[in-house]
């Protein structure tokens, strides 16, 4: 591109000037031409096709109509006044009618002048009216598919608005066009069906057909993933070569343990995603793979599999968890199994006594500790490993980049391999975009045995009959949850709703052992009540969302969510994996007020209708944006315009193929033909990701 071009002021385009330069400046970012070339319309209006008036009915979307003036007058009303300007063409007549500009409407509407009149007509008792229309002179450029451009409130009352930027944007194309270099290779272009980068910029706001906006978009699409995955690609050649791992080859523990110790058969899906582990941990390059899985798929047992090839090696393990409460959950599992091969397992959190904590830390450092699991406590300096072989992060959405950067940054000779778990299903369209340096594995089996759960929606009208159900499910030798949310903003009000909750069912069931829990509890209680549900002594256990993680209790066949339009999509699934854990029949039912929002209904809509997670994530994917979904804002990775990640899946899959390739065979993009792919890619990805390599 020459640069000289490309970087000149927007207010030197004719019909800019400085006031509406600087309103572009500081409301959308556009200084100069290259700017305004890459701000994109969001939509298009057909202009091709004269409507006529007689073709008009109820079901009309708006349209193009060529009307004749014949007569206009002001009506006022108490202090205000409209604009009526009677119009027809051959079949039939129709009105105008503006309430605000009408001075300067009236001025340019001349009688038995015709023009061109852009809106959405409305047929009432026969009459057929635009309200505030837009209205224009029949000429070359007023007819055919004309872009919309997104605006501001501010933007639009100093009428800088679609007819605006349709104005100055052909000034912009005549300019910059032939300026416009070409960054993907001819092969590359040739090969995927693509029209050239300067066809694209100019059809995306000049189309000159339909067909030709479908094309500029394909093009736009296919280029913004192809850099993105491209970067990606780089990024993991680099990781591989600049981090080698250990190698752990020995699987004597493995196999021991599966032949005399294993609780239960393995589902296929477990055995894969162990021998991908088992492969990376082989292969003297550091492991960065990320498992998921939806709730109760099995992944610890996995984990704990994997730990094996490293403890049998002399290493140590690291595994840390967002919470206490699951921290010492996996400590619980991870012990039952590792003393039957006499491995030493501890727990380190926040809770931990100091005197304890000293001992723990000197055993660490001795490497008489094979397995450490904990909280955050994992990162403080003073925690060190002898040889920290593998480091194991649950629901790593839930830290920060920079704690997990610490943990894994705690190494002797290698970095330690790194193995990522989330119980929280990423749609595959994520998983290759904005995981794609790491190595995906899915386990998208459950175990043998387990029923799906029945999820049923009720109003606030039926907690009668929902009552009655608990009782039932109580008296049938049964545990039921009852959650309520908690969300900061009115943790007062939350806690207020759960204690009315405790005393209404405490009031309905007397005779029943019913417990509490909440975060305001000292973490001593939690585990009091924890352990009682857990130990089977309370049959209904009232609490906020710190059981979405954590409880883990085969009898609880029935959970009950209060509010349930206050959660996200991805808590609700996450909530309902606390019940199903046994071979009974269990239910999830959520309670919402009855006025909810097309979001809120949605939301419940798929609940109900699907316990399939990945499903599920991707109605979370459509509805909420990757960045809001997966906590992703912080990465400045998919800042995707023209990409769908909830329905892109093909052409995302197809993009990284075609980098994939690309890469093999020019991995630093020196040959000729990808001069203009490394130039690029250079000028334009501003977003370092080199975090993603802890994950």
Request: hydrophobic content about 35%; charged content about 30%.
């Amino acid at each position: 591109m020459s640069s000289d071009v490309l970087k000149q002021k927007i207010e030197f385009v004719k019909g800019v000037g400085p006031q509406k330069a600087s309103l572009l400046n500081t409301e959308i970012g556009i200084y100069n031409l290259f700017d305004m070339l890459h701000y994109f319309p969001f939509r298009y209006e057909d202009r091709s096709d004269i409507k006529k008036l007689s073709e008009v009915n109820n079901e009309n979307l708006e349209g193009v109509f060529y009307l004749q003036v014949i007569s206009k007058r002001i009506v006022r009303k108490f202090k205000n006044k409209s604009l009526k300007v009677k119009v027809k063409d051959a079949t039939g007549y129709g009105e105008l009618v503006w309430v605000k500009g009408t001075e300067w409407v009236d001025d340019k509407m001349i009688v038995g002048k015709k023009y061109l009149v852009f809106g959405k007509p409305k047929l009432y008792k026969k009459t057929i009216s635009f309200f505030h229309p837009e209205t224009s002179e029949k000429n070359k450029t007023s007819l055919g598919i004309r872009p919309v451009y997104p605006t501001t409130e501010k933007l639009k009352r100093k009428y800088i608005n679609t007819r605006f930027f349709n104005r100055i944007i052909d000034e912009v194309i005549r300019k910059t066009i032939p300026q416009i270099k070409e960054n993907l290779s001819n092969g590359v272009v040739t090969k995927n069906n693509l029209i050239s980068r300067a066809s694209a910029l100019q059809n995306i706001h000049l189309p000159k057909s339909k067909r030709m906006v479908e094309e500029a978009k394909k093009r736009l699409k296919f280029e913004e993933l192809f850099f993105l995955q491209l970067q990606i690609l780089q990024l993991k050649n680099t990781r591989l070569k600049a981090f080698p791992g250990y190698v752990f080859k020995k699987k004597k523990l493995l196999n021991n343990f599966y032949k005399k110790h294993l609780p239960f058969e393995l589902t296929n899906a477990q055995k894969k995603v162990i021998k991908e582990c088992y492969q990376n941990m082989c292969s003297g390059k550091q492991m960065n793979r990320l498992i998921q899985g939806d709730v109760g798929s099995g992944k610890t047992i996995v984990a704990f599999l994997c730990m094996l090839f490293v403890v049998e090696d002399n290493s140590q393990v690291a595994f840390m968890a967002p919470t206490e409460v699951l921290a010492d959950q996996h400590f619980k599992s991870i012990q039952n199994q590792a003393l039957k091969l006499d491995l030493n397992v501890a727990v380190l959190t926040g809770s931990t006594k100091e005197k304890e904590r000293k001992i723990m830390l000197s055993q660490l450092k001795k490497g008489e500790i094979d397995i450490l699991i904990g909280t955050h406590a994992l990162i403080e300096k003073r925690v060190e490993f002898r040889r920290l072989g593998l480091v194991i992060i649950d629901e790593q959405h839930k830290f920060g980049v920079a704690q997990r950067a610490k943990l894994w940054s705690k190494k002797r000779e290698f970095y330690p391999h790194v193995l990522v778990m989330t119980a929280t299903p990423i749609p595959r369209t994520l998983a290759l975009t904005l995981y794609g340096d790491l190595d995906v594995s899915v386990i998208d089996e459950l175990p043998s045995g387990r029923k799906e759960i029945i999820t049923s929606h009720r109003f606030d009208n039926s907690r009668l009959k929902v009552f009655n159900f608990i009782k039932k499910t109580v008296d049938l030798g049964g545990q039921v949850y009852v959650v309520y949310p908690l969300i900061e903003e009115s943790a007062k009000k939350d806690h207020k709703d759960l204690m009315d909750g405790y005393k209404s069912l405490t009031r309905y069931f007397p005779e029943t052992q019913i417990g509490v829990l909440h975060g305001r509890m000292k973490s001593e209680n939690k585990e009091y009540e924890m352990k009682r549900f857990a130990d089977g002594k309370s049959k209904i256990l009232v609490s906020t969302t710190v059981i979405e993680v954590g409880v883990d209790v085969a009898n609880a066949s029935v959970i009950i969510i209060e509010s349930a339009e206050r959660f996200g999509l991805s808590q609700l699934h996450q909530l309902r994996g606390r019940v199903g854990r046994g071979s009974e029949q269990s239910y999830c039912i959520l309670m919402t007020k009855y006025d909810l929002n097309n979001d809120s209904k949605e939301r419940i809509k798929a609940m109900v209708g699907s316990s399939d997670g990945f499903k599920i994530a991707n109605v979370d994917l459509k509805m909420r944006g990757p960045g809001n979904m997966m906590g992703t804002k912080q990465s400045g990775l998919l800042e995707l315009r023209f990409v769908n990640l909830a329905e892109d899946y093909n052409v995302i899959k197809q993009t990284r193929v075609v980098a994939s390739e690309v890469i093999e065979e020019d991995p630093n993009l020196n040959d000729q033909k990808n001069k203009g792919t490394k130039e690029y890619l250079k000028k334009s990805i501003k977003s370092n990701i080199n975090w993603s390599r802890v994950s």
